[in-house]
């Protein structure tokens, strides 16, 4: 090729630290267990504790209605999860096990140590022509697992010839696990990094390179893109950032003793799908409220708001009439809200549900001899406002409290099943974004500063524009997190984790946070589910290091590839000319 970059990432592990630690408890009754957990699926919690009991899964009920922040470490089951209703079995009384901060770095996963060598090759126009990605990560003596770091980097981009190669250690350590923005956001490092290394090589403006190299087609299948958007979304967020290409020599920005540089990556993140059809349980009562019930939970994502809308909007019933029962596993199945599956498998599922009891509604108004929609064809009606209405003139029209009373009904009910595509499509699937961020280093003390951040995403329909962003910003958040402060340092003495605890293990605070822009680029997409929503929950720390570590290699000309950036690796050497 004409230009070459081979670089090798060096990542620390990093340890889950949700606000509240993982707790179970379990009471019996007879043959039967109702488990609290905090878990990030009721469902797969209830089916492995009856597994490892072996127990019908129909004598485990799991209750979860409010998760105090998971992050991966509550989407696996750990053996916390089912030793208390063991104990509780053997005891014949309730009993409750709680985790404490220092036992949640040994118990509950952890994203792994891990090294990845990325050789990204070009022609002299900039179109990339090969990428070979090799990761080589630590897992423990009795699992194989890594996590999938190396796709996003392979499918972004239009690369005729990719070679992906994981390699594993065995360590003294537990097997890892999904963490947020599992896999990707270690391999976008990576390979953003690198683009930024040959954009500088062979001076072409880091935003036009990907545009220029931005894949049409799916390069894994050759497929189209269910939907895409990235090329918007870069445009949005550069301009919002008032990116400029004039100059991006390095160590030519200042702001008195601070070095200021920018940086930009791509955000990427498959689509995937459940592999089982997902329920809800939707019931109208006679005073024409609402009831919708599915085996979800909400760990801060805001599931139950965007559920109300859902139905309300599927239905035509006012969001305040609205009831959402959630987190149990008496109602309907909900696979593990993980991998931004989330929104789109919930919505789809009340989707479905409520608009299969509005088919009900009005086969029974067509059939109802007193009602003003009497024998007119079902799809010339509609529901809106608690009323069933003629959509060529919304006047003619009744409240569904109404039929339901002259019909002598107390209620109408549905459990709605929404049957996901299959998983061979002929469409690639992935939501993607683009970040941009401006730091600021000190170039005598090597302290890093972010100082605003830019974040443009295209993940299909947007629920809930307010709860969209509240995920997207505490991704971006995470993401200046991982590139600068977050590291589990293990003891080589005793294989124990030198700082398991909030006090040594370093994360954003308020005073760390800086100034986020998010925007939205909404793309139809009519293959993933009936809503087209794409999922955002991982979405939003994808790029968001690679971004921080380009900015802090603008601003001081320095590689760096120890992720995260510490001071000492700023001040190896002077980075002032």
Known sequence: AAHTVDATYHFAANHHNPIECSATAAVWDGDTVTVYDATQGVSATQATIAAYLGISPSNVRVIAHYVGGGFGAKAMMWPHVTLAPMIARELGRPVKLVLTREQMFYGTGLREEQEQRVTLVCD??????????????????????????????????????????????????????????????????????????????????????????????????????????????????????????????????????????????????????????????????????????????????????????????????????????????????????????????????????????????????????????????????????????????????????????????????????WHPPAQDLPYGRMSFGAQFAEVAVDADLGLVRVRRMVGAFAPGRVLNAKLARSQVLGGMNWGLSQALMEASLPDTRDGRWANSSLLEYLLPVNADAPEVDISFVEVADSVVNPLGVKGLGELGMVGAAAAIVNAVRHATGRTIREIPLRIEHLLAEPMTP
């Open 124 to 417: 002299n126009e900039g179109m990339f022509t090969g990428l070979r990605h090799h990761k080589l990560s630590v897992t423990s003596p009795f699992d194989d697992w890594a996590e999938l770091s190396l796709g996003v980097a392979g499918q972004a981009y239009g690369i005729p010839n990719w070679e992906g190669r994981y390699r594993l250690v065995r360590g003294n350590t537990m097997t890892p696990t999904f963490m947020r923005g599992p896999g990707e956001t270690s391999g976008m490092v990576a390979m953003e990094c690198a683009i930024d290394e040959l954009a500088d090589a062979i001076e072409i403006d880091p935003v036009e390179l990907r545009l220029r190299n931005h894949a049409a087609l799916d390069p894994e299948s050759g497929h189209p893109w269910s939907s895409d958007g990235y090329a918007e979304c870069l445009h949005l967020a550069a301009e919002r950032f008032g990116w400029s290409a004039s100059d991006r020599r390095a160590r030519m920005r200042r702001d008195g003793d601070w070095l200021i540089g920018w940086g930009v990556a791509t955000a990427g993140y498959p689509v995937f799908l459940p592999g089982q059809p997902q329920r809800a349980h939707a019931r109208l009562l006679a005073d024409g409220s609402l009831i919708v019930q599915a085996g979800t939970q909400d760990f801060g994502t805001g599931v139950a708001t965007t559920m109300a809308q859902v139905a309300g909007d599927a239905l035509g019933v006012p969001w305040a009439r609205v009831r959402v029962d959630i987190g149990d596993t008496d109602y309907p199945n909900i696979a593990a809200a993980v991998g931004s599956m989330g929104a789109g498998m919930i919505s789809a599922a009340v989707h479905t549900a409520c608009t299969e009891l509005l088919a009900q509604l009005i086969a029974l108004a067509v059939a109802d001899a007193e009602s003003v929609l009497h024998g007119l064809p079902a799809h010339a009606i509609e529901g809106g406002g608690g009323m069933l209405r003629l959509k060529s003139d919304p006047s003619v029209a009744e409240a569904y409290s109404d039929l339901l009373s002259r019909n002598h009904l107390t209620d109408v009910e549905t459990i709605g099943t």
